[in-house]
Structure formats: structure tokens, C-alpha cells
């Protein structure tokens, strides 16, 4: 029993780490990393509204008619999310308005709807709170590190820390919009190269 | 002319697609072919200016007279959510040919970020109701164009070499990516 929750625990950090593995909440991963704050500050948020969510969802699964859980799932994240937007507001102002309109948009974001669907629909509350909250770390890790890359060498510059010498000339192409998709796809061919070479099995479709 | 360079800046300048990065998992999901990436487009462009329409109505006359703007993001999804199934079920009855074009999908258009894009940035930039026809139509047209023309794209990719690894997810983000740079050109326009 124990294992069960140590291996989801732990599957959100590798096995299923989203956005790579799972190729789910793209546009977040995309639009919020120009730097390693905003991608952190974003994940941290997805985080909170997955792992409440699930634990929600799951205690209310044999309540919930099957016909219209969709709608219900929606209107439990939506609350969640409402409450993450004010919350932000108030003790990080500077960060909500930089993120804008992608917080309320977690609300749509595949990843938290999947896992209502594809986990706490079929679990207890507890294992799919440690389903949410692992998926939710893995995916604040992954933001985070595409965040530092594009950071990194398009801006010269780590959590707004100067990290390359002054020499170094910035590409700026990372930060701007085409340089989010060419991150993400080269990091999405990296981490296949490394499975191949492991002799893993593809679970990215 | 003011709503033209809105126009213009809608479809090309800010794509809400390659610029803004709203409604990619769609995008890479339906862009495999041309004929699912057209019905989805056409969906697209229905759906959102509708939901613009009914967002907005909610919008100024009940949530703002109100003071109610905390329930932004409850009423929208919910909104966006009833409409598509509205939508559905009309479409079903009056035309068939309409609905076995676009049916399929319809339902993946309530998690498509696009729509609740186009009704966020229509409430934050507090357009009036010609404005916010002109946007969100414009943003929809923008958002149907750069489907069609990646799985146009897409459709190529499939006959040719590409690295074991690259193979999938990532080519069609790189491809995207330098999609993503040509649109830059239309910078200097508006």
C-alpha cells in the first residue's frame, strides 16, 4: 500500500512529468516562460489548483452523476482558480500581472481537467491529492527549467541575477515568441534521445 | 480605421496562436491533416465569436454594474461551456451536414484556451461591442489561418526524414517555432 503512494508520488517527477511526458498545458509552458520566475510562480499556481482539485474531485466522485461530471470538474476548478487569481493578487501583485490572463486560464489548462478525468475519477481523495501535487511539482519543474534556459541565454540573467559575463552577447530570439517553441520542441527531443538510450518505452504520443 | 488596424493587428501581428500561444494543444492535436484542421478552424472562428458575444453581454451589464469581476473566470468557463453544448445540440437538429463537419469538434473546444482567451483579453482591454466583434473575429480568422497553414506544413513533414528523436511533438514545435518568426514580419504593419 505504501508503495502505491510512493510511486505516484514519484511519477509525476519523471515518469509522467508534464508538459514532456505528457504532453498536456502547452500553452502556459509556452507563453509564461520568457523567465525562471514566471515560470516557477506559474507552476507553483497549476500546482496548488491540481492537487486541491483532484482531492476534491475524488472525494465527491460517487456523488457526482457520470453525465455531467465534465461540467462539475469545470465548476470545482474554477472556483479553485478564482481563489488562486486573489490570492496572487493580493500578496503577488507583481507577478499576476505579469502572468495576466494565463491564471484565470488555468481553469482550461489540459493538464488539470486530465487528471480529474484520467486519476481522481478513479482513485481515494488522498492518493490523487498525491497524484496532483506530484504531477503539479513535476510541472513546476519543467516550466522552471524551460524559464531558466530561455532566461539564461536570451536575457544573460537567472531569477534576475546577472549569471553570463557582460561579454556574452544575449540571444533575444529565446525570449521572444518563436524561441518558446524551439525550446520546447529541442528540450521534448532531448528527453526522447534520453529514453531511447535508457531502451525506455515511448509514452509520448 | 482604427478598427482596421485592430483588424489587422488581431489577425496577423498578435496572432493569437503563434503570438500570444493560446490554443496550442488543439493546435498540435488536430494539425496532422489539412481536411480536421479546416473543420476545426471554421468551428473555431463560430465558437469564439459567440462566446465573445455572450461573455461580453455578461460582462458589462451584470458582473461590472455589480461589482461581481472576482466571478470573471467561474462565469465565463461556464458560459463558454453551455454555449458549446447549445451549440451542439442546435446544430444537430437543423443541419446535419453542418454537424457531421463540425461535431467532432465542438466538444474539444471547451478546453481550447483560444476562446476564453478572446473573452479575457475582450474584458481586460474593456472593448465596446463593435470593438469586441472586430477582435474577436479577427483573432478567431487568425487563429483558423495559422491551422490551416501548419497542417499544410504538417501534411509534408510526414514524407520526409526526420531524426528518430525529433519524430512527433517535437518537429511540429520547432516547425511552429519558425511559423512563429515569419509572423514576426508582419510586425511593422500595424
Known amino acids: ?205 | 480605421m482604427d478598427l482596421f488596424y485592430l483588424a489587422i493587428s488581431a489577425t496577423f501581428v498578435n496572432n493569437i496562436l503563434l503570438a500570444q500561444y493560446l490554443g496550442n494543444c488543439p493546435f498540435l492535436g488536430v494539425s496532422k491533416k489539412l481536411e480536421t484542421a479546416l473543420g476545426m478552424a471554421v468551428a473555431v472562428v463560430f465558437v469564439t465569436v459567440m462566446a465573445a458575444i455572450f461573455t461580453w453581454a455578461v460582462f458589462t451589464f451584470v458582473l461590472v454594474p455589480y461589482n461581481l469581476e472576482f466571478l470573471q473566470t467561474l462565469s465565463f468557463i461556464l458560459i463558454i461551456a453551455s454555449l458549446v453544448q447549445l451549440v451542439e445540440i442546435i446544430i444537430k437538429k437543423q443541419s446535419r451536414m453542418l454537424y457531421n463537419a463540425l461535431g467532432v469538434y465542438l466538444p474539444l473546444i471547451t478546453t481550447n484556451c483560444a476562446v476564453m482567451g478572446v473573452a479575457l483579453l475582450v474584458a481586460k482591454k474593456e472593448y465596446n461591442f463593435l470593438e469586441m466583434l472586430v477582435f474577436s473575429s479577427t483573432s478567431a480568422v487568425g487563429y483558423g489561418l495559422a491551422l490551416i497553414l501548419f497542417a499544410g506544413i504538417r501534411e509534408r513533414l510526414v514524407i520526409s526524414a526526420v531524426p528518430k528523436s525529433l519524430q512527433g511533438t517535437s518537429i511540429a514545435l520547432i516547425t511552429a517555432g519558425i511559423m512563429a518568426l515569419a509572423f514576426i514580419g508582419f510586425q511593422g504593419m500595424a
Open chain 1, 1 to 205: 500500500m505504501a508503495n502505491t503512494y510512493i510511486d505516484t508520488l514519484t511519477a509525476g517527477l519523471w515518469k509522467r512529468i508534464p508538459p514532456f511526458r505528457l504532453v498536456l498545458g502547452l500553452c502556459p509552458a509556452l507563453a509564461v516562460t520568457m523567465s525562471a520566475e514566471n515560470g516557477l510562480g506559474m507552476g507553483l499556481a497549476t500546482a496548488f489548483v491540481v492537487t486541491l482539485s483532484n482531492g476534491a474531485i475524488s472525494a465527491l466522485r460517487n456523488v457526482i452523476p457520470s453525465k455531467v461530471r465534465i461540467a462539475a470538474y469545470i465548476v470545482i476548478i474554477a472556483t479553485l482558480v478564482s481563489i488562486v487569481e486573489i490570492l496572487m493578487k493580493a500578496f503577488f501583485f507583481q507577478l499576476s500581472q505579469q502572468l495576466g490572463i494565463y491564471i484565470p486560464l488555468i481553469v482550461v489548462n489540459c493538464i488539470v481537467l486530465g487528471r480529474a478525468e484520467g486519476f481522481a475519477a478513479k482513485n481515494p481523495p488522498l492518493l490523487s491529492m498525491i497524484d496532483g501535487f506530484s504531477i503539479g511539482i513535476g510541472y513546476a519543474l519543467s516550466l522552471t527549467l524551460v524559464g531558466s534556459l530561455r532566461e539564461i541565454f536570451g536575457a544573460g540573467t537567472w531569477f534576475g541575477i546577472a549569471v553570463l559575463p557582460a561579454s556574452f552577447e544575449p540571444m533575444t530570439f529565446l525570449v521572444s515568441a518563436p524561441g518558446a517553441f524551439v525550446t520546447l520542441g529541442i528540450l521534448l527531443a532531448v528527453q526522447n534521445l534520453f529514453s531511447r538510450w535508457r531502451g525506455e518505452k515511448f509514452i509520448q504520443g
